[in-house]
């Protein structure tokens, strides 16, 4: 497959090679590709079981408004100046 990369594109690969962080032009171009994969396959994974723990605290009533968190704030701040 043959791919067109910009100039810039192609400088920063070049660049990458020749200060060693990768062995050629084909190893950086194979590991970015790797990298975009792998971070668009668990782009939000992470945070599917603290969405699951919110909405079960929310439906067991275990909520603040947020008028209280932003008056327990304030009253922190204060406290520590």
Same mark, same amino acid.
């Given at each position: *497959? #043959?791919?067109?990369? &910009?100039?810039?594109?192609?400088? =920063?690969?070049?660049?990458?090679?020749?200060?060693?962080?990768?062995? &050629?032009?084909?190893? #950086?171009? #194979?590991?970015?590709? &790797?990298?975009? *994969?792998? $971070?668009? @396959?668990?782009?939000?994974? =992470?945070?599917?079981?603290?969405?699951? $723990?919110?909405?079960?605290?929310? @439906?067991?009533?275990?909520?603040? #408004?947020?008028?209280?968190?932003? $008056?327990?704030?304030?009253?922190?701040?204060?406290? &520590?100046?």
């Amino acid at each position: *497959m #043959a791919v067109q990369l &910009s100039q810039e594109q192609q400088r =920063w690969l070049e660049a990458q090679v020749t200060e060693g962080h990768f062995a &050629s032009l084909e190893e #950086a171009v #194979a590991v970015a590709v &790797s990298d975009l *994969m792998a $971070a668009s @396959e668990d782009d939000l994974d =992470w945070a599917k079981p603290l969405v699951e $723990a919110g909405l079960a605290e929310l @439906e067991r009533g275990e909520v603040i #408004a947020g008028e209280d968190v932003l $008056a327990n704030l304030k009253t922190l701040v204060d406290r &520590s100046r």
